[in-house]
């Protein structure tokens, strides 16, 4: 199994960046997909997840109207819009996947499968 991110990169604040996390050796259709963020010096947080089935998603305030999260499951893929980007956006961001819907963060363990970050930076 293996969840490979990508689409970081180096925007101005304002801008705009979409992240994909394509998972592949699983039913991926029948994971909830995560996206999450450790900034330098910070602890990770919990952005967004989106159910498997319904497409249920959630959001954490912090990015709430700014980033959407999506997926495609012929592509076994999870993507992330995030626009307005602000230098607070700075970070590395990581998807993940797991066979449970949640709403609220859980232990790293927790979840089936990580992918390995892409590196997001926002100039001022």
């Known amino acids: 199994v293996q969840l490979q991110a990508s689409g970081g990169g180096m925007v101005q604040a304002g801008g705009s960046l979409r992240l994909s996390c394509a998972a592949s050796?699983?039913?991926?259709?029948?994971?909830?997909a995560y996206w999450f963020r450790r900034a330098p010096g910070k602890e990770r947080e919990f952005l967004t997840g989106?159910?498997?089935?319904?497409?249920?998603?959630y959001y954490a305030d912090s990015v709430k109207g700014r980033f959407t999260i999506s997926r495609d499951d012929a592509k076994n893929t999870v993507y992330l819009q995030m626009n307005s980007l602000e230098p607070e956006d700075t970070a590395v961001y990581y998807c993940?996947?797991?066979?449970?819907?949640?709403?609220?963060?859980?232990?790293?363990?927790?979840?089936?499968?990580w992918g390995q970050g892409t590196q997001v930076t926002v100039s001022s």
């Open positions: 993940a996947i797991d066979r449970y819907f949640s709403t609220w963060d859980r232990a790293e363990y927790e979840y089936d499968y």
């Open positions: 050796g699983l039913s991926f259709s029948t994971y909830a």
């Open positions: 989106i159910s498997w089935g319904s497409g249920t998603t």
